[in-house]
């Protein structure tokens, strides 16, 4: 099949840590790890091609954080890759313990550029729009992303940033670093591991209770820009024919924002499927 490389930054961007009701928060996070920066790269230049995806984690954290509910995720998707490395993306996704569990769909288009002749490094950029079941207002349906990556032989650095707007508007960046060891390069199977570190920045709201007396306080608010998350990935990637394969674990290693209290690290295994059909 036509090499083709998907990489998913899986981030939350939009945490107010004030009085918001959970499912608000969760359901916004939800937006923010379905569409995320999209970076592709396809070998064959006169061939357009779709991709089907679908991948399951055995528990949801968003931003690396743990709400104290033991859920699934379920996130099926359908792109559309043309030879000009145009493309656009359908997706959706499903979460056992929110109600309802299917609450959104999503649709982006982007591009991705190779700069320069030896192609090591390449620019996404990516317009994101999500419809949802709930009408909350403060969800940000919109999202404008871009990301720049560097391939030197299994060696890859990438960073990117975004901006989610249409409800309660945020932005963030993101840089990882991935070493790809080969373990089987054959005609039709290749396997391959490939250790990933992964750092989330976000703009956050904190809110802050100032008490004067028994009987007077005021909430102050304040805006920051800090590191939220660090993420260990420790993915096996299997392409064989058509077929891709991918199974990981991953480590969140969150960071305490404001007055967040109980934060600490946790892991996830997940496991995606993945199909190319040639235009």
């Known amino acids: 099949m036509g090499k083709i490389i998907f990489f998913v930054f899986l981030f939350s961007a939009s945490f107010v840590f004030s009085q918001t009701e959970k499912e608000e928060l969760e359901l916004d996070n ?27 984690s055995d528990k949801a954290y968003f931003a690396g954080r743990d709400f104290g509910i033991d859920q699934y995720g379920i996130t099926p998707s359908l792109s559309f890759m043309s030879s000009n490395n145009l493309f656009v993306s359908l997706g959706s996704a499903c979460y056992s313990e929110l109600d309802p569990q299917w609450d959104l769909i999503s649709l982006s288009a982007g591009f991705s550029k190779f700069l320069g002749k030896v192609e090591k490094l390449s620019l996404t950029g990516i317009f994101s729009r999500s419809f949802f079941l709930s009408n909350i207002s403060d969800l940000n349906p919109n999202r404008i992303s871009t990301s720049i990556s560097f391939t030197d032989k ?20 993101s840089a990882d670093a991935e070493y790809k060891i080969k373990l089987i390069e054959g005609q039709k199977l290749t396997l391959d591991f490939c250790p990933e570190v992964s750092f989330l920045f976000s703009k956050q709201t904190i809110s802050e209770e100032i008490s004067f007396s028994s009987f007077n306080s005021i909430v102050n608010e304040t805006d920051v820009f800090d590191l939220i998350n660090t993420q260990f990935s420790f993915p096996f990637e299997a392409d064989y024919g ?38």
Do not use: C, H, M
């Not at 939800?30 to 399951?56: G, M």
């Not at 650095?157 to 707007?165: D, M, P």
């Open 30 to 56: 939800i937006l923010n790890e379905l569409f995320n920066t999209e970076e592709l790269s396809i070998e064959a230049k006169k061939l357009s091609y779709l991709y089907y995806t679908l991948s399951y």
């Open 154 to 173: 299994n060696f890859k650095i990438r960073g990117s940033g975004g901006y989610l707007f249409g409800g309660s508007s945020t932005f963030y960046a």
């Open 242 to 279: 058509n077929w891709d394969f991918q199974f990981a674990y991953a480590i969140n290693a969150p960071k305490a924002i404001g007055n967040e209290t109980d934060i600490s690290q946790n892991g996830f295994l997940s496991f995606a499927i993945g199909y190319l059909v040639g235009l």
